[in-house]
């Protein structure tokens, strides 16, 4: 296959993802084989988990430099670890709609399986109380995963929350 042809199906691939997902990190991309180099890309120090001493530079990519400009680094932070949420759970484009708008009513995505509306929540630092609400607050839902970038944060989530489904993703690393 040639470079052009090559540089096509690579742009077209992230295209695709990046209509489902809004925000990934180049170590995502590399993880699948792509380079996101020709994405508008904003190169950041972060804290997966909120108030930890441990930060990562992390390059985020999106569609377009206004995604990336004029918003919290918690904000992409948090779009990359839903994004990471669908990629670990292998959810098909067709299956996840990530919602927004909702920060403390609605869950960060929805993933329908086959009949059942999945809530789906990434926690990269929640106090306890707002963990409580928002469980609560999804309990309509067939099922609740929850999504953490620490193991030792998830433990705590699943031996606090039996009934939820608890995963630990990462959005920073080339290889997991």
Same mark, same amino acid.
Do not use: C
């Given at each position: 296959?040639?470079?052009?042809?090559?540089?096509?199906?690579?742009?077209?691939? @992230?295209?695709?993802?990046?209509?489902?997902?809004? &925000?990934?990190?180049?170590?995502?991309?590399?993880?699948?084989?792509?380079?996101?180099?020709?994405?508008?890309?904003?190169?950041?120090?972060?804290?997966?988990?909120?108030?930890?001493?441990?930060?990562?530079?992390?390059?985020?990519?999106?569609?377009?430099?206004?995604?990336?400009?004029?918003?919290? @680094?918690?904000?992409?932070?948090?779009?990359?670890?839903?994004? $990471?949420?669908?990629?670990?759970?292998?959810?098909?484009?067709?299956?996840?709609?990530?919602?927004?708008?909702?920060?403390?009513?609605?869950?960060? $995505?929805?993933?329908?399986?086959?009949?059942?509306? &999945?809530?789906?929540?990434?926690?990269?630092?929640?106090?306890?109380?707002? @963990?409580?609400?928002?469980?609560?607050?999804?309990?309509?839902?067939?099922?609740?995963?929850?999504?953490?970038?620490?193991? @030792?944060?998830?433990?705590?989530?699943? $031996?606090?929350?039996?009934?939820?489904?608890?995963?630990?993703?990462?959005?920073?690393?080339?290889?997991?």
């Amino acid at each position: 296959m040639d470079r052009l042809a090559q540089a096509n199906r690579n742009r077209q691939a @992230i295209e695709e993802l990046l209509a489902v997902d809004d &925000v990934l990190t180049d170590a995502m991309l590399s993880r699948v084989g792509l380079d996101g180099t020709r994405f508008p890309g904003l190169t950041l120090s972060v804290q997966p988990m909120r108030k930890s001493s441990w930060t990562v530079d992390v390059t985020f990519r999106a569609a377009s430099d206004s995604r990336l400009r004029d918003v919290p @680094i918690s904000s992409l932070s948090h779009a990359a670890g839903t994004a $990471a949420m669908r990629w670990q759970l292998a959810a098909s484009a067709e299956q996840w709609t990530i919602d927004r708008g909702g920060r403390f009513h609605r869950p960060d $995505a929805v993933m329908k399986d086959g009949e059942e509306l &999945v809530a789906m929540e990434y926690d990269a630092g929640y106090d306890r109380r707002t @963990i409580r609400r928002k469980v609560r607050q999804f309990e309509p839902y067939s099922r609740l995963v929850w999504a953490t970038p620490s193991a @030792i944060r998830s433990a705590r989530m699943k $031996a606090d929350y039996p009934h939820v489904e608890v995963i630990t993703v990462d959005y920073w690393s080339a290889q997991t």
